[in-house]
């Protein structure tokens, strides 16, 4: 007896953009819809015997899962999560064998408006999904093999206060009822998600005049984790601090508390996000109204001035990489050693103030 009902699904398409079904048939229409849902159910644990239908999103999905979940950071986990969203809304309906190169080169060159950093990110993922994907038995040939995606966008350059500025900020944020954030971040170069993971009991030494970062609020989609290890090996620091500092700090009532520093109106713990939108935000349209001049920055410029001011005062980059918490020298070099045409000029006008000194 033959079949009566017989249905179809799309899998994908080929690189000639036509559509590749696959067909089932069954005597009921609750037969066919079974079989359906068995096949959907197959492609998203990759426990099948078709191996050659499987789609570039539910391999992509696995590939995450299996390779990166419980093997990475959670903040690294959903940057990854962030590349394949991209890669499944161009990718997501193709099955992963049709592929080709020049599918690959397309996706990228409609890529060109993303940051460089961004574009190394999609290839670097896009690569161990097809090469996983070989080890796996899905494909034989990796199409980025030859692949030379565009340069992306360069970030651009990050900005600090001039130390003039930076003063005024300091002493705006003095009498700001949201300026004690801003301050700390400009007095000790703290991230946002440690500034608002800092425990003022636990974490602020006034006898030893230090600041102990071991600890840092992480925001990924909405839901926060609380992790006692930073965003580097060498996140977790001791950071001295100034009589300034002290002598703000010292009396505020917010310091008595063994809980969180920052947490929101209903008692709980702030994310940095919501600090950035509700407070820091409030504080930087009030700077902006009082002082016009003086550039609008974000909190990780703040960093980046703290940074700044102490590597032009004479700071050298290994005690700056400690005070910052990056993860290698080579991040601090690359951040803080290139003069700009001011520094270079007077360091000439040294030279040369030097040279004839010594002719005399």
């Given at each position: 007896?033959?079949?009566?009902?017989?249905?179809?699904?799309?899998?994908?398409?080929?690189?000639?953009?036509?559509?590749?079904?696959?067909?089932?048939?069954?005597?009921?229409?609750?037969?066919?819809?079974?079989?359906?849902?068995?096949?959907?159910?197959?492609?998203?644990?990759?426990?099948?015997?078709?191996?050659?239908?499987?789609?570039?999103?539910?391999?992509?999905?696995?590939w995450l899962n299996?390779?990166?979940?419980?093997?990475?950071?959670e903040?690294?986990?959903?940057?990854?999560?962030?590349?394949?969203?991209?890669?499944?809304?161009?990718?997501?309906?193709?099955?992963?064998?049709?592929?080709?190169?020049?599918?690959?080169?397309?996706?990228?060159k409609?890529k060109?408006h993303?940051?460089?950093?961004?574009?190394?990110?999609?290839?670097?993922?896009?690569?161990?999904?097809?090469?996983?994907?070989?080890?796996?038995?899905?494909?034989?040939?990796?199409?980025?093999?030859?692949?030379?995606?565009p340069?992306?966008?360069?970030?651009?350059?990050?900005?600090?206060?001039?130390?003039?500025?930076?003063?005024?900020?300091?002493?705006?944020?003095?009498?700001?009822?949201?300026?004690?954030?801003?301050?700390?971040?400009?007095?000790?170069?703290?991230?946002?998600?440690?500034?608002?993971?800092?425990?003022?009991?636990?974490?602020?030494?006034?006898?030893?005049r230090?600041?102990?970062?071991?600890?840092?609020?992480?925001?990924?989609?909405?839901?926060?984790?609380?992790?006692?290890?930073?965003?580097?090996?060498?996140?977790?620091?001791?950071?001295?601090?100034?009589?300034?500092?002290?002598?703000?700090?010292?009396?505020?009532?917010?310091?008595?508390?063994?809980?969180?520093?920052?947490?929101?109106?209903?008692?709980?713990?702030?994310?940095?996000?919501?600090?950035?939108?509700?407070?820091?935000?409030?504080?930087?349209?009030?700077?902006?109204?009082?002082?016009?001049e003086?550039?609008?920055?974000?909190?990780?410029?703040?960093?980046?001035?703290?940074?700044?001011?102490?590597?032009?005062?004479?700071?050298?980059?290994?005690?700056?990489?400690?005070?910052?918490?990056?993860?290698?020298?080579?991040?601090?070099?690359?951040?803080?050693?290139?003069?700009?045409?001011?520094?270079?000029?007077?360091?000439?006008?040294?030279?040369?103030?030097?040279i004839?000194?010594?002719?005399?």
């Amino acid at each position: 007896m033959g079949y009566k009902v017989k249905k179809s699904i799309t899998l994908g398409h080929d690189f000639e953009g036509k559509p590749i079904r696959k067909y089932f048939y069954g005597k009921t229409k609750k037969e066919v819809a079974e079989k359906i849902d068995k096949f959907k159910l197959e492609q998203a644990t990759g426990h099948k015997e078709d191996y050659n239908d499987i789609l570039f999103e539910a391999w992509a999905d696995q590939w995450l899962n299996i390779y990166k979940e419980d093997t990475v950071s959670e903040s690294t986990y959903y940057s990854y999560k962030l590349c394949i969203d991209h890669l499944n809304d161009y990718f997501g309906d193709y099955l992963i064998r049709v592929i080709r190169a020049a599918d690959v080169q397309k996706f990228f060159k409609n890529k060109a408006h993303l940051s460089q950093s961004m574009v190394n990110k999609l290839r670097i993922t896009m690569n161990a999904i097809f090469e996983t994907a070989i080890e796996n038995d899905y494909i034989v040939k990796n199409p980025m093999a030859n692949i030379k995606p565009p340069k992306g966008k360069k970030a651009p350059a990050k900005r600090s206060y001039t130390e003039k500025e930076y003063e005024t900020v300091l002493e705006f944020a003095k009498n700001h009822p949201e300026g004690l954030g801003p301050y700390i971040i400009l007095k000790t170069g703290l991230r946002k998600g440690e500034l608002v993971g800092l425990n003022p009991v636990l974490d602020f030494d006034f006898e030893k005049r230090r600041l102990t970062v071991n600890r840092v609020i992480v925001d990924n989609t909405g839901r926060l984790t609380v992790k006692e290890e930073g965003k580097s090996k060498n996140a977790n620091r001791i950071i001295p601090f100034d009589q300034d500092f002290f002598d703000l700090l010292i009396d505020n009532p917010r310091l008595a508390k063994d809980d969180f520093l920052f947490k929101t109106k209903h008692d709980r713990v702030m994310g940095p996000r919501i600090w950035t939108a509700y407070h820091f935000n409030y504080f930087m349209d009030d700077l902006e109204k009082e002082y016009p001049e003086i550039p609008r920055l974000t909190p990780h410029e703040l960093r980046h001035t703290y940074g700044t001011i102490l590597f032009k005062s004479g700071t050298d980059v290994f005690t700056l990489q400690k005070l910052l918490g990056h993860a290698s020298i080579e991040t601090t070099t690359k951040i803080y050693v290139h003069d700009d045409i001011d520094d270079l000029e007077k360091n000439i006008c040294w030279k040369r103030e030097n040279i004839k000194d010594s002719e005399q």
